[in-house]
Structure formats: C-alpha cells, structure tokens
Antibody, heavy 121, light 106 residues
C-alpha cells in the first residue's frame, strides 16, 4: 500500500537548520509530484510548494522562498525539506503529500504522518 | 490567489443531526476537494471533485457546489465524524486551503 513515512520530531534553536525527510513506498516515486504543507500549532493547513520528483525542480509558494529548500534522494524514494536560519514562527508540523489525479481531478491523496519542528531558545 | 473561506469556524452537532459545512471561494473554481483531519493525525482525502467520496468514506457524507460556493453535508452526525474539515482548491494556481471547520459532538 502507498505510504509516506516522515522523520521524527526535532527541537532546534533559532538560527539553526533542520532537514525533514519523507520516504515513499508502494508506488513509483518519480511518477508523482510531492507537495509540502505546514500546520502551525492549533492552526490550519498552508501550502508550501512542491517538487517534481522526475526532474527535481522545486517550486515554492511566495511565503516560503528563501530559507526553505525541497530536495530529493530519488534512489531512496525520499523527498526532503530543509529549513535554514530557523525562526520561532517555523514551529509547526510539516506534512508531505503525494499529488495525483483521481477521475481527472487533482488531489493530494496520500499524506505523511507529519514531522514536528519546535524552535525554541 | 484564490481565498477559501469556511463557515462556520466551529460547530457542535448532536448524534443523528444533519450537518452542512460551507466553503466560499473568492473566485470561481472548477471543483473542490475536502479533507478530514482528526486531532493529532494527518489530513485524509475525504471528498474529491466536489462530490466524489474517497475510498472508505461513509455514504452519509456528500459534497456539492459549483463556481464559488461548495459544501460538505453529513446526513446524520456520528461520534466518529468529530474532526476538522478543510476544503482545498487545486484547479487554480497556487493551491489554497480553507481555514477549516471544527466539528464537535453535542
């Protein structure tokens, strides 16, 4: 079955960096784009951008340009999110989500369990 | 960017009650997807293409709408339906989520 398994919780200080991984299984990794979604504590979902898993090209939402980097380890069916120069407002759970089509409709049909990042001095 | 406004923000329903959640788009979209997120869990695809139930979703759920107005309806509320529901539009770039409706049991 399709699974996205994300890395564990992280506790970081402001100014540090963090790398979150999302390992896919149960399908051909390069056939589906991977999207990233942020959820701050007690808040809603915010789309961060996506990465083309075939070409490796990332696309970032406006609010996530600069300190955020999407990357791949395609041989390991893994997508990564790296955040540099962490700020308190980066405290959140970050989800990876597979982008697919169902009956000609675009969907995010499989989600990772979420990776919690806490930024605190 | 299309802004999605969900209403109500929070609501409580009694078992057996009919529930309607709304999602209003700032511009017309072709279709709407809905996600269910239970506390501490990741979102699950619930309804896609406005009115199609995802695999495993009980048929007491339904979706409808067009243009700028979409809704998710539960014909008869059950305890397991307690969750936050988000609408997501993918027909216009960039993708945008609604703010969510938290559904509680009365």
């Amino acid at each position: 079955q399709i699974q996205l398994v994300q890395s564990g919780p992280e506790l970081k200080k402001p100014g540090e960096s963090v790398k979150i991984s999302c390992k896919a299984s149960g399908y051909t990794f390069t056939d589906y784009a991977m999207h990233w979604v942020k959820q701050a504590p007690g808040k809603g979902l915010k789309w961060m951008g996506w990465i083309n898993t075939y070409t490796g090209k990332p696309t970032y939402a406006d609010d996530f340009k600069g300190r955020f980097v999407f990357s791949l380890e395609a041989s390991a069916s893994t997508a990564n999110l790296q955040i540099s120069n962490l700020k308190n407002e980066d405290t959140a759970t970050y989800f990876c989500a597979r982008f697919s089509t169902v009956a000609h409709y675009y969907v995010m049909d499989a989600w990772g369990q979420g990776a919690s990042v806490t930024v605190s001095s | 960017e299309i802004v999605l406004t969900q209403s109500p923000t929070t609501m409580a329903a009694s078992p057996g009650e009919k529930v309607t959640l709304n999602c209003l788009a700032s511009s017309s979209v072709s279709y709407m997807n809905w996600y269910q997120q239970k506390s501490g869990a990741s979102p699950k695809l619930w309804i896609y293409g406005t009115s199609n139930l995802a695999s495993g979703v009980p048929n007491r759920f339904s979706g409808s709408g067009s243009g700028t107005s979409y809704s998710l309806t539960i014909s008869s509320m059950e305890a397991e339906d307690v969750a936050t529901y988000y609408c997501l539009q993918l027909s216009s770039y960039p993708p945008t989520f609604g703010g969510g409706t938290k559904l509680e049991l009365k």
